[in-house]
């Protein structure tokens, strides 16, 4: 059972910090150099120098960015910069932002979940992880002793209680309004009263959790509770480090927004490619789009948005000039011979499975690796194929959240890059300290 509890919140002190706007950043994972930089310039309390601090040519042992973030951490606490809520609560938040002209709200509620492994299935993943990424991720942690960024996850709300509780915290005045680039904002209540406290943890207790963007985190968090209780074996069942900051949203929240990763491929033989849209038309029914100057991402997202119950659809740039090809998807059964027998059903009819295994692996003779680049734009994808940097561009629909939610319960993995959760959830809004307990 999933073991949902409040937590009392470190967040910044207004006194010191009016506008949160000057603090908040994007998680480690979205942030290039260029804006490591520039978030380190926007106000000497942005967390970006606690939860993705420059390195410096002279850095030591002694003196990195994990022990800076340590330092720069325990200064805020002392000098009230960060300052943590008498009473636990669990955290209402409403993310709005601007998605293709249209202003959306996404209501997440950010809580102290207890950290449970893979194999019990209370919390689920839908992809796997590197190496790499945990062990950054882990040194912060034992840097802080803290969750400086939730981890996105998704639930059901069977009944709608948990959506009735939420509509009467609305109606209070939100402790903080933040106002950031790029069109978002976001409002934060805390919930605490007992009894919606216990309609939280009740309505969630039966339910799965899914991990939407968050899984290298997830798995640092349980690498860091068992170094805790190496330490620590004693300690209660409500220790904080038991425990990892979460934002859950519900699967059908209408700012639940999952957009694609498009696939440009750099090189393809020749061979193939004179080859490839007869064989094509074996497996696909193909329409062509002429594409006119000037050409919008919102267009490319228009032409390629399929309607409701569409069969799988794949846009194809560079195989005829100025032209996007639509790929529909003849019948999943024409494919079973070319896909993996040992991959779920959900995992098998899903539009990057079948690119990946059909197109690219069958017809083309390309697996991951340099060859492919992502990228989240399909303008980027026509401009760099239009400009002959790479030879085909591949444009994706997005994954149905119900997809994700298939492949977690079946055990399965979706390829690499097949989902992004947009937007991404702010980071230091909200800490969750690891000391103590709940």
């Given amino acids: 059972m999933a073991d949902i509890r409040p937590f009392r919140g470190l967040r910044y002190d207004p006194a010191m910090v009016p506008d949160l706007g000057t603090a908040i950043c994007p998680p480690y994972d979205v942030i290039s150099p260029e804006m490591q930089q520039a978030l380190h310039y926007k106000g000497p309390y942005n967390i970006v120098r606690v939860e993705y601090g420059l390195s410096g040519p002279e850095d030591s042992f002694w003196n990195n960015k994990y022990t800076r973030a340590s330092k720069t951490f325990q200064e805020w606490m002392e000098r009230h910069v960060l300052v943590r809520d008498k ?22 509620l950010i809580a102290a979940v207890r950290l449970e492994d893979w194999d019990k299935g209370v919390i689920r993943p839908h992809e796997g992880t590197a190496a790499v990424f945990k062990v950054d991720r882990l040194n912060l942690m034992r840097a802080v002793n803290a969750n400086i960024s939730p981890v996105f996850a998704l639930y059901q709300d069977r009944g709608g209680a948990i959506s009735s509780l939420m509509a009467q915290t609305e109606c209070r005045p939100p402790l903080a309004r933040v106002a950031v680039a790029d069109d978002e904002s976001h409002n934060l209540w805390a919930i605490t009263e007992p009894q919606a406290l216990e309609t939280i943890s009740s309505q969630l207790a039966p339910e799965h959790l899914y991990v939407a963007d968050g899984h290298h985190r997830y798995e640092t968090a349980l690498a860091y509770r068992q170094e805790r209780l190496q330490s620590e074996p004693d300690a209660p069942e409500n220790a904080a480090f038991k425990f990892l900051m979460m934002t859950l ?19 393809v033989p020749e061979s ?40 799988v659809l794949i846009g194809l740039l560079g195989l005829e000039q100025d032209t996007l090809l639509i790929l529909r998807l003849r019948s999943i059964d024409v494919l ?61 629909n997005p994954v149905d959240v119900y997809a994700v939610k298939a492949i977690a319960d079946a055990g399965d993995k979706m390829p690499q890059k097949s989902t992004y959760f947009y937007p991404k959830l702010p980071t230091g809004l909200v800490i969750n300290s690891l000391y103590g307990t709940l």
């Avoid at 009473?87 to 997440?108: K, Q």
């Avoid at 690219?360 to 060859?371: D, T």
């Avoid at 399909?378 to 030879?391: G, I, K």
């Fill in 87 to 108: 009473a636990p609560a669990v955290y209402l938040h409403h993310h709005y932002f601007n998605y293709y002209g249209e202003v959306v709200t996404r209501r997440g």
């Fill in 336 to 396: 079973a011979s070319l896909l993996p027998v040992d991959r779920s059903e959900a995992y098998c009819s899903l539009d990057v499975s079948i690119l990946h295994h059909v197109i690219l692996s069958r017809l083309l003779g390309i697996s991951e690796g340099e060859n492919i680049t992502y990228t989240k734009s399909e303008l980027e994808t026509w401009q760099r194929v239009s400009a002959q940097e790479y030879r085909l561009g591949f444009l994706l």
């Fill in 249 to 267: 949203v519900e699967f059908s929240d209408p700012g639940l927004i999952v957009q694609p990763f498009h696939r440009l491929i750099k090189t």
């Fill in 272 to 311: 193939f490619l004179r080859e490839l849209k007869s064989k094509l038309d074996r497996y696909f029914e193909i329409d062509a789009a002429p594409l006119g100057c000037p050409l919008s991402s919102a267009m490319l997202h228009r032409i390629l948005k399929p309607i409701k119950g569409e069969r």
